[in-house]
């Protein structure tokens, strides 16, 4: 299966099942990203956060068990927001919206919620097909937060993954549809599994942060992935190494 990202909702509407079989098996997901996801968003006790792209809710369901205020996750596909609703108790409250549309704060403010003290998204700026699209996503992710709240995004560099192999330590593979290094906008294959290919975009670290800071965030920063207990279970220190120095998985970080 393909996810064109032409029509996002629609392909990631078709294919939620083969994602959620990829996903809790993934050794890019279990091992190399999210335990830096988790580092970085921290205590959150007390706090109101929102999740953009929430997928499955996986995250969703990790972070209820450390007593947020409130917990919000959106995704622009209705059928991962029915498996959402399914797998996660009434009091996450969930909203189908696009990200980087303009009516988008409205969407969520429409649930309810007021502004938040975390917003993090994990694999999700990727489909941003546009500098202009990317803006308006980071853009809506400002306008949500309170003054001094923490944006937080898990993203991929696959120029840097591919060269070293990378990519099939975390269990997967990058395509480069001209076989030259991508530049920004330029779409790339995620070959997730056998069954799963998503089209996303290449967005450079910098170009990233250039409009992060431009839509007012502060203290833009890039968090690298570093050893820890639940990384070194699936690699030996040599691997790690290669995964760490190769900033194939970071964060972008930012503070309003
Ligand atoms: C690669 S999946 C990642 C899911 C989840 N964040 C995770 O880490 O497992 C990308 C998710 O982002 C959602 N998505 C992509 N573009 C979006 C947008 N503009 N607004 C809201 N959700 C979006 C997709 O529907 C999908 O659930």
Known sequence: MLINDRDLPRQYNQLAE???KFSSANKEIT???DPLLLELIGDIHGLD???VGCGNGAHLAILREKTPNSLVGVDISEKFIDICKQNLPSDVKLVVANANTEDFVAAIQSAGTGQFDVIYHSFVQVHNTTREEMKAFWR???QLLKKGGRAIGITSDPNAAKPLGVDKLMDLSYGFPNGAPLKDGDIFEAHLSPELTVYSHYWSFETVADLMK???LKDVRRASVHANDISMQAYSK???NVIEKSGA???LVGVK
């Open 238 to 240: 040599k691997e790690w």
């Open 214 to 216: 431009e839509i007012g």
């Open 31 to 33: 091992y190399v990203s």
């Open 49 to 51: 956060v929102l999740d």
């Open 18 to 20: 083969s994602y959620e």
């Open 249 to 251: 998985i970071y964060a």
């Open 140 to 142: 809506n992710i400002h």
